[in-house]
């Protein structure tokens, strides 16, 4: 995997963080609303990954991600 995309799907992010299992932020931006980002993982260790979005309203959505 060298890279990952990440798509609003209708919900309006405001911000994306990406950490790993030590809660060490690796990734972290402030987005327009539904826009598509593409984020490279090349230089990235194999391990398990947090991926959190904020949308405007205060919801969090976190999904993992397993690179190897």
Same mark, same amino acid.
């Given at each position: 995997?060298?890279?990952?995309?990440?798509?609003?799907n209708?919900?309006?992010?405001?911000? /994306? =963080? !990406? #950490?790993?299992?030590?809660?060490?932020?690796?990734f972290?931006? +402030?987005?327009?609303? @539904?826009?598509? /980002? =593409? !984020? #490279?993982?090349?230089?990235?260790?194999?391990?398990?990954?947090? +991926?959190?979005?904020? @949308?405007?309203?205060?919801?969090? #959505?976190?999904?993992k991600?397993?690179?190897?």
């Amino acid at each position: 995997m060298k890279f990952i995309l990440i798509r609003g799907n209708g919900f309006e992010y405001q911000n /994306i =963080v !990406i #950490s790993d299992v030590t809660g060490r932020e690796i990734f972290k931006a +402030v987005v327009n609303g @539904t826009e598509q /980002i =593409v !984020i #490279s993982t090349a230089e990235w260790n194999k391990g398990v990954y947090f +991926v959190s979005m904020l @949308t405007k309203t205060g919801a969090v #959505s976190t999904s993992k991600l397993v690179k190897y």
